[in-house]
């Protein structure tokens, strides 16, 4: 039997053909007039890394960006973060999240991911913009980074960057490998070349043959990583966190907005929760008062113990359903195995700009 999903993406797909070759067409185009010089990229006085990847959803950006930026930070350097702010509220201004004194600003009108950012590095300014080269002189403006992390920018080419680190679904590379609208590409595969590290997630602590292969076809200088995406526990809305295996044997009602609420779904049975139903809406979804009864009448019914959803969902709820389980969140963090790795690459790379930049002495 075709499913629902199924059904409806057999019949849309002749009707996104024309859209997907259009968005094909203009980021051919917008590619070939940057790597030209044609599209002017603007150059920042301070060394600039960026994290993304070519798929849409679900690689693990933010905690990725959120790791690499404690590194640097712990390592010594001056840091910030820049980001768009997805469907954050007030879009049109730049806005600074954090100082790096003080949280400035919400979850609605910082992003969720942003937000997060912010929240788990007290220390790292943040700022965001959909103009991001309006928001990165905010941040400059009102700090001195030496480091400016690029959080979701590997297409965003109008900041010059030194360092382009992308991320890879080890399961699921590439989709159906075709272009958005049609499958979850944002840009040819081949767009690797120009990243400087490629690293491989969720792939059960190894790095597949086959994709190995193909990311050395398409980059054969990058250097290559696997980063693990692992639980590192979970929290309540008060901020409390207990470990990865408290919920264990629970009954549990899961819901999310998020790209890929599958793996959320994975991870939970990984660490032994029962799930008794789940709920799944849009990414950046904005849980309004109706949904919150929904769930909690739901997980009642399914005689679940816990809610739980994910952290960057949990942001964007201002109250538990009332006469629900307790509600908890899922938090994901990027880990890499122990030995020389990303971070003595980074390190490596950084002294070597700062070198080439003060020239020779």
Request: glycine share 10%; charged share 25%.
């Amino acid at each position: 039997m075709i499913g629902p999903n199924l059904l409806q993406s057999n019949i849309a797909r002749p009707f996104l053909l024309l859209p997907g070759l259009a968005f094909q067409a203009a980021v051919a185009l917008r590619n070939v007039l940057y790597d030209a010089g044609r599209l002017p990229s603007h150059r920042l006085p301070c060394v600039v890394i960026s994290i993304g990847n070519v798929t849409v959803g679900g690689t693990g950006k933010t905690p990725l960006t959120s790791h690499v930026t404690a590194l640097l930070r712990e390592s010594g350097y001056r840091v910030g973060v820049v980001s768009r702010g997805y469907r954050r509220r007030g879009a049109r201004s730049p806005l600074l999240v954090s100082d790096g004194r003080t949280l400035l600003a919400d979850a609605q009108s910082a992003g969720d991911e942003p937000y997060l950012i912010a929240r788990d590095n007290p220390a790292v300014p943040v700022a965001v913009g959909a103009d991001r080269v309006d928001a990165a002189r905010l941040l400059l403006r009102a700090a001195s980074p030496e480091v400016l992390v690029l959080d979701d920018a590997f297409q965003h080419r109008r900041i010059a960057r030194d360092i382009d680190l992308v991320l890879v679904d080890g399961r699921d590379p590439w989709g159906n490998g075709r272009m958005l609208p049609r499958g979850p590409l944002r840009e040819p595969v081949a767009s690797i070349a120009r990243a400087d590290v490629c690293l491989v997630t969720r792939s059960n602590g190894r790095l597949p043959g086959a994709l190995v292969s193909a990311l050395e076809r398409y980059n054969p200088g990058a250097a290559l990583f696997h980063c693990r995406l692992e639980p590192r526990g979970f929290v309540n809305a008060d901020g409390e966190s207990i470990g990865p295996g408290s919920l264990k044997g629970f009954s549990a009602y899961g819901f999310s907005g998020i790209a890929r609420p599958d793996r959320f779904e994975d991870d939970l049975r990984g660490l032994g929760v029962r799930i008794a139903g789940a709920r799944r809406f849009p990414d950046h979804h904005r849980f309004r008062h109706r949904d919150l009864e929904e769930i909690g009448l739901e997980a009642r019914r399914s005689g679940a113990e816990v809610l739980v959803t994910t952290e960057k969902d949990l942001v964007r709820i201002a109250e538990a359903p009332k006469g629900s389980p307790p509600l908890y969140a899922l938090a994901i963090q990027a880990a890499f195995p122990s030995g020389p790795g990303l971070q003595a690459w980074l390190l490596d790379r950084l002294a070597a700009l700062r070198r080439g930049r003060s020239g020779p002495t």
